[in-house]
Nanobody, 122 residues
Framework: QVQLVESGGGLVQPGGSLRLSCAASGSIFSINDMGWYRQTPGKQRDLVAA???????NYRDSVKGRFTISRDNARNTVFLQMNSLKPEDTAVYYC????????????????WGQGTQVTVSS
């Protein structure tokens, strides 16, 4: 079994910062792409930022220059540093990872975290 456990969400004022973390645990052979998505009620889940195992990144336009995604491959952890937060960043943030199990290292399986609420409000 593999689990993704997120932490770091909360309430912050506009202009503030938060750092999200997501740690993968279990019978992991390797992790390919990791990313963060967000979702608000009644809307689809959208990609916020993604990072490959080699460290290449991409971001949705609305967060470029404000958010930074990074990962610690030794700890199977991905981070999202969010600065200059805006009310429109309010959402549930989900961690995503493409993981190969030790029992079958030839197939990547997509996993999701449980979600963490980020609220930007004065």
């Amino acid at each position: 079994q593999v689990q993704l456990v997120e932490s770091g969400g909360g309430l912050v004022q506009p202009g503030g910062s938060l750092r999200l973390s997501c740690a993968a645990s279990g019978s992991i052979f390797s992790i390919n792409d990791m990313g963060w998505y967000r979702q608000t009620p009644g809307k689809q889940r959208d990609l916020v930022a993604a990072i490959t195992s080699a460290g290449s990144t991409n971001y949705r336009d609305s967060v470029k220059g404000r958010f930074t995604i990074s990962r610690d491959n030794a700890r199977n952890t991905v981070f999202l540093q969010m600065n200059s937060l805006k009310p429109e960043d309010t959402a549930v943030y989900y961690c995503n990872a493409q993981i190969k199990h030790r029992s079958n290292p030839y197939v990547s399986i997509e996993y999701w975290g449980q979600g963490t609420q980020v609220t930007v409000s004065s």
